[in-house]
């Protein structure tokens, strides 16, 4: 499989988990308000048990051809959520016993990513 076509796979994939992302957040804005963030809540939740489901599937059942690997996880399921990306890496961690760069991970991701948040917030209120 050329370079251009896994390109294509990955942008095509997503592009649609994009869409199903963005529709699922005004359907739970419509439907359950803003109050809370259902949306990317349920997001994160249906993509990484999807994430399983598929990584489980090739693991224990059967293989994928590459092609349909990226179109998957890498397109669909990068578009909707890296959520679910997030999440196998550290059941991958937790699974070959490494359970403090599972735990680092984990409290690395999401301290350094909302510190990283606060920070960029930040320095574009410093410029304006």
Not at 31 to 52: D, E, H, K, R, W
Not at 110 to 126: D, P, Q, T, Y
């Amino acid at each position: 499989m050329g370079s251009a076509t896994s390109y294509l796979l990955v942008f095509f994939g997503g592009g649609m988990g994009a869409t199903l992302r963005h529709l699922i957040n005004l359907t739970c804005a419509r439907c359950l308000g803003t109050a809370f963030p259902y949306g990317t809540f349920i997001i994160n939740i249906t993509g990484s048990t999807v994430m399983g489901l598929i990584a489980g599937y090739l693991a224990f059942r059967g293989e994928a051809s590459q092609p349909w690997r990226l179109f998957l996880m890498t397109g669909i399921l990068g578009g909707y959520t890296t959520f679910s990306a997030f999440s196998l890496d550290t059941t991958l961690l937790y699974e070959r016993g490494e359970l403090g760069l599972a735990a680092l991970y984990v409290l690395g991701s999401v301290v350094l990513s909302i510190a990283g948040l606060f920070a960029g917030l930040a320095i574009i209120r410093s410029l304006t």
